[in-house]
Nanobody, 123 residues
Framework: EVQLVESGGGLVQAGGSLRLSCATS????????IGWYRQAPGKEREGVSSISNSDGTTFHDRSVKGRFTISSDNAKTTVYLQMNSLKPEDTAVYYC????????????????WGQGTQVTVSS
């Protein structure tokens, strides 16, 4: 069964850091792109960062570029999102998703989703 399990969320003060993990199983990891998405209360889900596991190409939304780094450990089939210099506006539930790569948007069409992990940044 395809599974994506996020972990690493929590409460952090503005300016702090968190590292989120997305552990995956049940599909050919190397053939997929993995994206991180987030949804704040009352707002639409938005793409944050993505990585292509086939060639390592990454994408970051302008709102997090320079602060967040996405990386992939193919041996562990796990994707990480290192979040530095966190701001209160980063507060959201963060989801990881897997999908085949495309050349628009976040770089993938999400097919499989994790359950989400809460990130709360206090001022």
């Amino acid at each position: 069964e395809v599974q994506l399990v996020e972990s690493g969320g929590g409460l952090v003060q503005a300016g702090g850091s968190l590292r989120l993990s997305c552990a995956t199983s049940g599909f050919r990891f190397d053939d997929y792109a993995i994206g991180w998405y987030r949804q704040a209360p009352g707002k639409e889900r938005e793409g944050v960062s993505s990585i292509s596991n086939s060639d390592g190409t990454t994408f970051h939304d302008r709102s997090v570029k320079g602060r967040f780094t996405i990386s992939s450990d193919n041996a562990k089939t796990t994707v990480y999102l290192q979040m530095n210099s966190l701001k209160p506006e980063d507060t959201a539930v963060y989801y990881c998703a897997a999908g085949l790569a495309v050349d628009y948007g976040l770089g993938l069409v999400p097919t499989y989703w994790g359950q989400g992990t809460q990130v709360t940044v206090s001022s």
